[in-house]
C-alpha cells in the first residue's frame, strides 16, 4: 500500500528501530525492494534520487513507483530524495510522490527553516510529508563540489523546534563518512561501532527539540559487500 512518512517513522521512533530506504533507478530494482520487503513483511521507503530523474522524468517514475507500493499490502513510502527546488517537489507531488525531500543544507540555517517550512505547510495540504536536511552529504557533480558536514544536534533541534516542523518534516540528516575515515569521534573503522556515535546524536537531538525526532542515517562504504 501507498503510505507517507507518517505512517513508518513514528512507530519506528517509539520502538527504537530504522525504516529501510533504497534509491531505485528503474522498474526491476524497485520490484525487488518491494518483493524482499513483503517477504519479511516490513515496511520500505523507495527513494528517487538526482540520478534516476535525470534519466526518468518524474512524471513517468512517480506513477510507475506508487503503483508497485499499490499493488502490495506491505506499507511502501514513495520519496523524492535530495531536492533544492521547489518547482521540482511540485512536480514530484503532482506525480504521485508520497514524500519529498527539501535539502536546504546548502543555505543559512533560517533561510534553511523558512524555505522548508514553506514546503511543508505545501504538501502537508495533500497529505504529503517532507524531509528537510540540516549538515550535508558530500558528492560532486559539474561545476559544484558539496563537502560532507556533520549534523550539529543543536541545529537540528532548533530546525524542529523553531520551525514548527516536527511531526510534517522528517528533519534530521546525520551524514556519516565511510569507514576508512577516523577523524573525530563519529568516524570509526567499523560499521558496526557506530551504533554508540548515533544512540548519543539521537537522544541529543531529542533534547533539543523537545520530543522523539526520527532522522535519516546514511550508511555507506568504500568496500564491495
Not at 560499521?191 to 541529543?204: A, K, V, Y
Request: aromatic letters at 6%; one cysteine or more.
Amino acid at each position: 500500500m501507498l503510505v507517507n512518512l507518517n505512517a513508518l517513522l513514528p512507530q519506528a521512533a517509539a520502538k527504537s528501530y530504522a525504516v529501510a530506504g533504497f534509491n531505485v533507478f528503474g522498474f526491476e530494482d524497485a520490484r525487488a525492494v518491494i518483493q524482499a520487503a513483503e517477504k519479511l513483511s516490513t515496511g520500505v521507503i523507495l527513494m528517487a534520487n538526482r540520478d534516476s530523474l535525470a534519466q526518468i522524468p518524474v512524471e513517468h517514475f512517480g506513477p510507475m513507483l506508487a503503483r508497485l507500493a499499490e499493488a502490495v499490502r506491505v506499507p511502501v513510502c514513495v520519496h523524492l530524495d535530495h531536492t533544492d527546488k521547489e518547482a521540482d517537489i511540485i512536480r514530484a507531488i503532482k506525480a504521485g510522490f508520497s514524500s519529498v525531500m527539501f535539502d536546504g543544507s546548502q543555505l543559512p540555517l533560517e533561510e534553511n527553516i523558512d524555505r522548508t517550512r514553506r514546503v511543508v505547510e505545501m504538501a502537508h495540504a495533500v497529505d504529503v510529508t517532507v524531509e528537510g536536511e540540516v549538515g550535508s552529504v558530500g558528492y560532486n557533480e559539474p561545476n559544484k563540489m558539496i563537502e560532507t558536514v556533520l549534523t550539529d544536534p543543536k541545529e537540528a533541534g532548533a530546525f524542529a523546534h523553531r520551525g514548527d516542523l516536527y511531526g510534517n518534516c522528517r528533519l534530521a540528516h546525520h551524514s556519516n563518512p565511510g569507514p576508512s575515515a577516523v577523524d573525530d569521534e563519529h568516524r570509526y573503522r567499523s560499521p558496526s561501532l557506530w551504533c554508540h556515535p548515533c544512540t548519543q546524536l539521537s537522544h541529543r537531538l531529542d533534547d533539543t527539540a523537545g520530543g522523539r525526532v526520527p532522522f535519516h542515517l546514511l550508511f555507506y562504504s568504500e568496500h564491495p559487500p
